[in-house]
């Protein structure tokens, strides 16, 4: 069974449609991962705008001040195909981003967020990130930045983001797309739950009910789920 095109219809699916995440007790201190760039869309064109977001990424704990993500991306537009880019959101806007790199179907993507602190002058803790990525095993330096707050980050994900997709064709003309070698770190230490078996990441990933609005097949299945190496497959095409 194939996914079947629904570009007609006109209410697009905007949002995280599937994402793994872990709520850690600590300051993140590493978080990578690897993918491999996926084949275009069979329908590139279905609204104005339609963007595809895979990333992994980090956020404050729930009791932040402020809502933000730190996250390398690997995202897909009509105009420009595949790129590889860094952000980093606060409160919705984008406060730092690097410039965009171009990648091809089939490039080998290392994503990597890198945590430290310092103790400023006023006794205050400071948190930094180097946000980066490389292609094809070389490190893209050029392209990091460098991200300084007040808070730590904590909770950690990975994530398929969409928006102006209206069908099932808008997605990736692949079976499905894996994120590979995802290792954490918190606080400098590889961390355990040794009362799940070690789990760090949950056993059923989450999938928001607008996902099922215009493409039921997008799931994402769990491979590996410790701290180390763990494994996620993001499936864009039901199987027979």
Same mark, same amino acid.
């Given at each position: 069974?194939?996914?079947?095109?629904? @570009?007609? $219809? !006109?209410?697009?699916?905007?949002?995280?449609?599937?994402?793994?995440?872990?709520?850690?007790?600590?300051? #993140? *201190?590493?978080?990578? %991962? /690897? &993918?491999?760039?996926?084949? @275009?869309?069979?329908?590139?064109?279905? &609204?104005? %705008?339609? &963007?595809?977001?895979?990333?992994?990424?980090?956020?404050?704990?729930?009791?932040?001040?402020?809502?933000? #993500?730190?996250?390398? =991306?690997?995202?897909?537009?009509?105009?420009?195909?595949?790129?590889?880019?860094?952000?980093?959101?606060?409160?919705?806007?984008?406060?730092?981003?690097?410039?965009?790199?171009?990648?091809? /179907?089939? +490039?080998?993507?290392?994503?990597?967020?890198?945590?430290?602190?310092?103790?400023?002058? +006023?006794? $205050? !803790?400071?948190?930094?990130?180097?946000?980066?990525?490389?292609?094809? %095993?070389?490190?893209? *330096?050029?392209? +990091?930045?460098? #991200?300084?707050?007040?808070?730590?980050?904590?909770?950690?994900?990975?994530?398929?983001?969409?928006?102006?997709?209206?069908?099932?064709?808008?997605?990736?003309?692949? /079976?499905?797309?894996?994120?590979? $070698?995802?290792?954490?770190?918190?606080?400098?230490?590889?961390?355990?739950?040794?009362?799940?078996?070690?789990?760090?990441?949950? &056993? *059923?990933?989450?999938?928001?009910? =607008?996902?099922?609005?215009?493409?039921?097949?997008? /799931?994402?299945? =769990?491979?590996?789920?410790?701290?180390?190496?763990?494994?996620?497959?993001?499936?864009?095409?039901?199987?027979?």
């Amino acid at each position: 069974m194939t996914a079947t095109s629904t @570009a007609s $219809k !006109t209410k697009a699916t905007d949002g995280w449609i599937v994402f793994n995440d872990t709520l850690t007790s600590g300051n #993140i *201190t590493k978080l990578t %991962g /690897e &993918l491999t760039v996926p084949p @275009a869309p069979s329908e590139p064109e279905q &609204l104005p %705008g339609q &963007l595809i977001y895979l990333f992994i990424g980090i956020e404050p704990g729930p009791d932040a001040p402020y809502g933000a #993500i730190i996250q390398p =991306v690997l995202q897909w537009t009509n105009a420009d195909g595949w790129q590889m880019i860094n952000y980093y959101v606060k409160n919705g806007k984008q406060s730092q981003a690097s410039a965009t790199y171009d990648v091809s /179907e089939g +490039d080998t993507i290392g994503m990597s967020i890198i945590g430290t602190t310092s103790t400023l002058p +006023d006794g $205050k !803790t400071q948190y930094s990130y180097v946000c980066s990525f490389s292609v094809n %095993g070389v490190a893209e *330096t050029d392209y +990091d930045i460098t #991200i300084n707050t007040e808070v730590p980050f904590i909770g950690g994900f990975v994530t398929l983001e969409t928006y102006s997709i209206t069908g099932c064709a808008g997605y990736p003309n692949t /079976e499905k797309t894996t994120f590979s $070698k995802i290792n954490l770190e918190v606080d400098g230490v590889v961390p355990t739950r040794p009362k799940h078996d070690g789990c760090v990441w949950n &056993l *059923t990933p989450s999938k928001p009910s =607008v996902s099922t609005s215009m493409c039921s097949n997008i /799931e994402m299945g =769990v491979v590996a789920y410790k701290a180390i190496d763990a494994e996620f497959d993001i499936y864009y095409q039901a199987t027979s």
